[in-house]
Structure formats: structure tokens, C-alpha cells
């Protein structure tokens, strides 16, 4: 639908960076869900898209049939993320809906975070700062929170897209033997990168860290769960930041607690916010971030403008750059 001034009705689910903004004004007429720590509730989320031609939302959001159903005439759902398994695509797809999304922009600072979480893990960065604040560094010590060497372990990737490669250049560079599972092997990447393969259950005997970089599908729900703990060693760290619902979290606390493996860093939950209270964050081998893996302020304002860009292509009647769906 369009206003007065011939600009088409766009739902913001959030405040967003200033170069989205900025945008999406310049090209539509927008509405703000104006709270920056609060996801819209579904019930507002519902009656406001009953007049917008594009919605505009976070991985927060679930998108799903209702929200479709109540949006007569949208045209476009951009997301400001990469991951789009909040979105049911199906029901978009039925209704010649296009969807959009943000790869790309956030491939590098996400491995950052990724390779943070490695680093956390093994050094004990955490425990080490609260044994300090709690008064518990008495004395300089050898083994006082001695972690492991990052340097000459091997890191085993599950997933060698955009994220996964960046991640295994990073670890090269820091002296890694680097494996990596994907259904589909990648000897060019081998090649370039100095990674090897390794068939599934094998990566998760030999490599020291396993780092998940696969998108939430029902092929990985809970991909990691008891029968991979067992399999892992017990100085083996678990690093994820693709999404909660590829870990079975009852599984990995009870590994953690009985020391099947050593550590695990963990930015994604497989329900977000995770609880204060989960008996996951009381562990003190677990190293928990609150999903910020491409939170830095650089690549959100990439994001935001990536995702602006590409519902104003959809609303003016062109293909975007980076659909999920081109309806
Ligand atoms: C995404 O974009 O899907 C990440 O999980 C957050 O940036």
C-alpha cells in the first residue's frame, strides 16, 4: 500500500542502524517498532502489517503463516541477518512474497567472534577474570588456570560456507591443523587453504575444537548431541555460533558436567534470550554470549543498509541482490 506521497507502507520491527534508516525513509513510508531491548509482540507485530507492503525484521521475529495471513499486501520480508530460519518460506513462497536477506557483510566479524569463543574457551579468559574479581589469584602458580595451546591443535569445522572459511583462515594462522565436514567436499578450498576433510564421526574423534558453522534446517536439528559427545575427545571444546537448535543442550550440559568434553563457547541458544537461570550458564566451563556474533558496530550498519537496499529493489519492481526468495 502507498501514502499520499506515493511511498509504500513499511513495518521496521526494530530501531535500526542509521544507514537502514536513513534509507528505507528516503525511499518509503516506515513505522518503528521503537524499542531497541524488547522484541514486538506477535499480537502488535500482527495488526501492524496489516497495511505494509514490506516488512522489515530481525532473527527475532518469527515470521510465521499468521503473520503472512495478517499482511494482505506485503511484497517483501527483508531480514536483517543472514539466517532466515525464522521466516517460514513456504507460506511466503505461496503468496509470491520475496525474501531477503544479509550474507556476506557479517562473514569476517562473525569468525572473529567464533575464533573469541575459541580462545575464551581454551585460555580460561573467563574463569581467569572472575577467579581475580572473586579474590581467588593468591599467588603467581604453575598450573593456576593453565588452559590448553591453541597453536598445533585441530580445529574441526562442521560447514565450510562463508563463515567456516573465515574461521579456518584464521585458525592457519594461528599454527591449526584445520578438518572440516560438509556434504560436499571442497579440494580447491583444501588446496588453498591447507584444510582437510574428514568424514563426520572422524572429525569429531580427532579435532581438539569443533566449531559449527551450518544453518538451522531439520538436517541439523540437534546435529550434536549424545552420540557425537561420546564420540568427541575429552579435551575436545565445542564452539557454536550458527544456531541453538543444531546442539542438544541437555546433552552437552550433562557432557560438560561429567566431563565427556572440556569446555564449550557459545553465542547462539536454542531459546533466545536463554534464561538467566539455565543450568547451562552455572557451568564453569561454558563461555555463553548473548548472540552477538556479527555485532560489531561497523558490520550491523552493513547489515542494516544491505537489508533497506534490498526491500526498496523489491518495492520498486526489481530483483534483489541477495534474495532468499524471488518470488
Ligand atoms: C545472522 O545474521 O543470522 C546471525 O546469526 C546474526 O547476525
Excluded at 569443533?210 to 548431541?225: D, K, M, N, R, Y
Excluded at 557432557?255 to 547451562?280: C, K, M, N, W
Aim: aromatic residues 8%.
Amino acid at each position: 500500500m502507498t501514502n499520499n506521497a506515493g511511498k509504500k507502507n513499511v513495518y521496521i520491527t526494530r530501531l535500526i542502524p542509521a544507514p537502514g534508516v536513513e534509507y528505507l525513509q528516503e525511499h518509503c513510508q516506515c513505522r518503528f517498532w521503537e524499542q531497541d531491548n524488547e522484541p514486538v509482540p506477535q499480537a502488535v507485530l500482527l495488526k501492524e502489517v496489516a497495511d505494509v507492503s514490506g516488512l522489515y525484521c530481525m532473527l527475532s521475529e518469527r515470521i510465521d503463516a499468521s503473520v503472512i495471513d495478517a499482511a494482505p499486501h506485503l511484497e517483501v520480508i527483508s531480514t536483517m541477518s543472514v539466517g532466515f530460519d525464522h521466516i517460514d518460506v513456504d507460506a511466503a513462497s505461496a503468496r509470491g512474497i520475496s525474501i531477503t536477506h544479509t550474507p556476506g557483510v557479517l562473514t569476517e566479524t562473525t569468525a572473529d567472534l567464533a575464533f573469541a569463543l575459541l580462545m575464551a574457551t581454551s585460555r580460561r579468559l573467563i574463569e581467569a577474570n572472575r577467579a581475580i574479581s572473586k579474590g581467588h589469584w593468591k599467588a603467581w602458580s604453575p598450573l593456576f588456570m593453565a588452559g590448553r595451546d591453541i597453536y598445533g591443535a585441530s580445529l574441526g569445522l562442521i560447514g565450510l560456507g562463508r563463515i567456516g572459511k573465515a574461521m579456518a583462515r584464521r585458525a592457519r594462522g594461528f599454527g591449526m591443523r584445520v578438518y572440516y565436514y560438509s556434504r560436499q567436499r571442497d579440494e580447491e578450498v583444501e588446496a588453498k587453504q591447507g584444510i582437510s576433510y574428514l568424514p563426520f564421526d572422524e572429525l569429531l574423534q580427532y579435532s581438539d575444537f569443533i566449531s559449527l558453522h551450518v544453518p538451522a534446517t531439520g538436517e541439523t536439528f540437534q546435529l550434536i548431541s549424545t552420540r557425537e559427545f561420546n564420540l568427541m575427545k575429552p579435551t575436545a571444546v565445542l564452539i557454536n555460533t550458527a544456531r541453538g537448535s543444531v546442539v542438544n543442550e541437555e546433552a552437552l550440559f550433562a557432557a560438560l558436567v561429567s566431563g565427556q568434553i572440556r569446555a564449550a563457547g557459545l553465542d547462539v541458544f536454542a531459546e533466545e534470550p536463554i534464561s538467566p537461570d539455565h543450568p547451562l550458564l552455572e557451568l564453569p566451563n561454558l563461555v555463553a554470549l548473548p548472540h552477538i556474533g556479527s555485532a560489531s558496530v561497523e558490520t550491523r550498519s552493513k547489515m542494516a543498509y544491505l537489508a533497506a537496499e534490498d526491500m526498496v529493489e523489491v518495492l520498486a519492481g526489481r530483483p534483489p541482490r541477495f534474495p532468499v526468495l524471488n518470488a
